[in-house]
Structures are given as structure tokens and as C-alpha cells.
Nanobody
Framework: HVQLVESGGGSVQTGGSLALSCVAA????????MGWFRQAPGKEREGVAA???????AYADSVKGRFTISKDNAENTLYLQMDSLKPEDTAKYYC??????????????????????WGQGTQVTVS
């Protein structure tokens, strides 16, 4: 079955950077819409960024210009480079895969109900 495993989370000071990775087993990134989501304590999960099978990207307004989503199809790895981090970016971050090539986005946010496969999440704390 498909497995997504995130890594790269941690604690950082305001203004710092972190890079998240997501490696997939039994999934081809070149054929799927991929996304990053996050969930803070007491809040609903929200879409952060998405990337189509052809590399087209979309971002939530709250992270646009600070976060960069990318992928390496050959390595089946999804990335999220996070710069200029703010305390409000503190959350558990999840990567996810959707069973279509083109991502749907609402106000730049990927739509969580489109995604079938989810990783276990990695914690990001900004203080």
C-alpha cells in the first residue's frame, strides 16, 4: 500500500528556515497531485501548498512568498522549503497525495478531500 513519510520538522526561531521532505513508497509523484497541509492544536487542518504532476504550484496566501513546494520525480520525494517562519506557522505538517494529475485549489489552498493518502506528519515549532 502507499506510504508517505515526512521528515525535517523541528524547532526554529522566528525568521528562521526549515525544509520538509516527504518520501513515497508505491506512488509515482510524476502522476499525482501532491500537497502539504498543516494542523495547529485546536484548529482545523488547512492546505498550505500543492504541486501538479506537471510541476504547477499553488500556495495559500499566508505562506506565499515564504514557502516553496517542489518535487524530485526520480527520487519520489516532495519538498517544502519554509523561510521567514512565523510563530503562526507552528503546526504539524502533513504531505498528501491525490489520485489525479491536476490539483484543485481554493484561494491557493489544496482541497483536503481530494487527497487519499497521508503521511504521519512532522512537527514544526516557531518561537
Amino acid at each position: 500500500h502507499v506510504q508517505l513519510v515526512e521528515s525535517g520538522g523541528g524547532s526554529v526561531q522566528t525568521g528562521g528556515s526549515l525544509a520538509l521532505s516527504c518520501v513515497a513508497a508505491k506512488l509515482t509523484y510524476s502522476s499525482n497531485c501532491m500537497g502539504w497541509f498543516r494542523q495547529a492544536p485546536g484548529k482545523e487542518r488547512e492546505g498550505v501548498a500543492a504541486i501538479d504532476s506537471d510541476g504547477t504550484t499553488a500556495y495559500a496566501d499566508s505562506v506565499k512568498g515564504r514557502f516553496t513546494i517542489s518535487k524530485d520525480n526520480a527520487e519520489n520525494t516532495l519538498y517544502l522549503q519554509m523561510d521567514s517562519l512565523k510563530p503562526e506557522d507552528t503546526a504539524k505538517y502533513y504531505c498528501a497525495a491525490a489520485p489525479m494529475r491536476i490539483c484543485r485549489a481554493e484561494s491557493g489552498r489544496p482541497v483536503s478531500t481530494d487527497f487519499d493518502y497521508w503521511g504521519q506528519g512532522t512537527q514544526v515549532t516557531v518561537s
